[in-house]
Structure formats: structure tokens, C-alpha cells
């Protein structure tokens, strides 16, 4: 009974930690991808600022995956990928990954174009409530006052930090978007969550089903329907590739942690931690770009991660 009791609590833990690390790597991944979009941009290609952000995300993704190979050989797992996706878990989990990928990210990039950044971001940081909500009709998943008060704080705190009255450009076609931003990244986690609950499926080869889908999407059906071939053998054959390669590995080790943290502490928790990537995505924007750091970032920072702490202690 004690050692239950005590595998209990060292998951719960481990999870909290996973979350944590999850949103620090993601901070970074953020700062870096938003370098690599600056630089295909810039690329003298026709539309290269519209296509930038797919082909950026679509490479992220694809070098997501082969990291993911390259951790699944060194961890012995890469032989259990065949048999996994045999399994109906591996379904949910590619379900999750389409969600996840090209739905919620491709409605965020189409938002951010109709509505601007500061608005979308602002507005989109309420998909964690939609996959608590989504959580508990469909995983049972039970979370007290006290975590349901931290995950109104770290959205509130979001909100307003990342709001600009002046960016804002209501449109339907934005709005739209914006929702299949919210519902995909909240039904994300959610789906996952289902598909390792019976642990026929690792949280490792669960997050390689789900780059490889996104990048198969990507490259299949996103990309040439937005004509973006050209660009993004334009992107490979340059030398912006090095830091994509690089800022793929950030983000790989992110999702490692978040989907580890999901199998470990539940959707609701690990959504409500992973939030706090916005905190750290100003920090190492701070220190490494040099911008500047205001009060009001530093006072709601204080808040969002208040919110996370009570979300990962409602317990």
C-alpha cells in the first residue's frame, strides 16, 4: 500500500517537473522560431511573408521527427513503433497530432494573419479551460477550486499581457480560425490522454506518431495547397536550415516533457503548467534578444505562474 503511495506521488512529481521543463524548452523554441520565420521571410521569393510561417512549421516538424528517431534508437524503442501502431491507442494518438499539428497551429498562423498577434495570442491562451472542460466529460478528470481559480489567473494573466487594443482587427474569417486554433490545441492533449491511458503506447513514440503526422500533413496537403514547394526547398538549401534543425530540437525536448506529463499527471495539469512557455518566451527574449523587460510583464509573469503553481499543487 505504502509503495503505491509512493510510485503515486513520484509520478505526480515527475509530471509536475516534465511540465515545468516543458514550458522553459517551449519558451525557447518560441524565441528561436520566431527568428527562423523572420529569415524565410526574408527570402526573395514571391509571398514569402505569408508562406513563411507554414514552411517554418512544417520544417520544425519534420526535424521534430527525425530527432524523435534518433531518441527512440538511442532508447532502444524504435522496434516497438511497428507494433504500436497496430494498436488503437496509436489512433487516438494520431488524431491528437492532427488536432495538435496542422489544425490548431495552421488556425493560429491564419488567425495571427487576420486578427494580428497580440489578439490571437491573448484570445487563443483560453485553450486550456476548453481541454479541462474536455478533460472531464471525457477522461473523468477532477480538478478542486483552488486548480480551477490558478487556471483562470494564468489565462487572465496571458490575456491581458498579450493584448493590444490596437492590433486587434475583428473579422468573422479570423474569429473562425481563432476557434479552430482553441478547439484543436485543447482537444490535443485530451485525445493523447486518451490514447496512453491503457499504456499500449509510450509518451516517446506517442509524440513521434504525432510529429510525423503533423509533417506528413504539412508536406502532402499544406504546403503545396498554399504553393509553398519553392519556398521550402528555397529554406532547405539556405543556411536559416542550421537554426531550424536547432530550434526543432527545443521543441522536441518540450513536447517529450509535455506529453510525459500528460501521461503522468493528466491533461488539465500538464495544459496548466505548459502555459507558463509565455513567461519564459519573454525572459529569453529579454536576455538573448535584448529587449526590454516591462512592469507590467514582470507583475502578470507573477501571476501566470501563481496560476501554474496552483494548478500543479491542487492536490
Not at 516517446?204 to 508536406?219: E, P, V
Not at 530550434?247 to 516533457?257: E, H, N, V, W
Not at 519564459?280 to 507583475?299: E, H, P, Q, R, V
Request: glycine share 8%; net charge positive.
Amino acid at each position: 500500500m505504502n509503495f503505491n503511495i509512493m510510485k503515486i506521488e513520484s509520478n505526480r512529481r515527475s509530471g509536475i517537473f516534465n511540465g515545468i521543463m516543458s514550458a522553459i524548452m517551449w519558451g525557447a523554441d518560441t524565441v528561436l522560431i520566431g527568428l527562423v520565420i523572420i529569415s524565410v521571410s526574408s527570402l526573395n521569393i514571391k509571398n514569402a511573408v505569408f508562406l513563411a510561417p507554414f514552411v517554418s512549421a512544417f520544417l520544425h516538424d519534420f526535424c521534430s521527427a527525425i530527432w524523435l528517431t534518433i531518441y527512440l534508437f538511442i532508447k532502444r524503442e524504435f522496434k516497438k513503433v511497428k507494433i504500436c501502431l497496430k494498436t488503437k491507442s496509436a489512433k487516438f494518438v494520431i488524431l491528437g497530432g492532427i488536432l495538435g499539428g496542422p489544425i490548431g497551429m495552421a488556425g493560429y498562423l491564419l488567425a495571427i494573419q487576420n486578427l494580428g498577434a497580440s489578439y490571437t495570442a491573448a484570445i487563443s491562451s483560453i485553450y486550456p479551460a476548453v481541454g479541462a472542460i474536455m478533460a472531464k466529460i471525457l477522461l473523468k478528470e477532477k480538478m478542486n477550486k483552488k486548480g480551477w481559480i490558478g487556471l483562470i489567473l494564468s489565462i487572465l494573466g496571458i490575456t491581458i499581457m498579450s493584448y493590444s487594443k490596437n492590433e486587434a482587427n475583428i473579422n468573422t474569417i479570423g474569429f473562425l480560425f481563432l476557434i479552430l486554433c482553441i478547439l484543436g490545441w485543447g482537444s490535443e492533449a485530451v485525445v493523447c490522454a486518451i490514447g496512453m491511458k491503457d499504456d499500449e503506447i509510450s509518451s516517446n513514440i506517442a509524440l513521434f506518431l504525432r510529429q510525423c503526422t503533423s509533417a506528413i500533413i504539412y508536406g502532402i496537403v499544406i504546403i503545396p495547397l498554399i504553393k509553398g514547394i519553392g519556398i521550402t526547398f528555397s529554406t532547405i538549401t539556405n543556411e536559416v536550415m542550421f537554426l531550424i534543425i536547432l530550434t526543432a530540437f527545443f521543441g522536441t525536448a518540450s513536447y517529450t516533457c509535455y506529453y510525459s506529463a500528460i501521461s503522468k499527471i493528466g491533461a488539465t495539469k500538464a495544459m496548466g503548467i505548459n502555459i507558463t512557455y509565455f513567461v519564459w518566451a519573454i525572459i529569453f527574449d529579454t536576455i538573448f534578444m535584448g529587449n526590454n523587460l516591462s512592469i507590467k510583464n514582470i507583475f502578470f509573469g507573477i501571476i501566470i505562474m501563481l496560476g501554474s503553481y496552483l494548478v500543479a499543487k491542487e492536490d
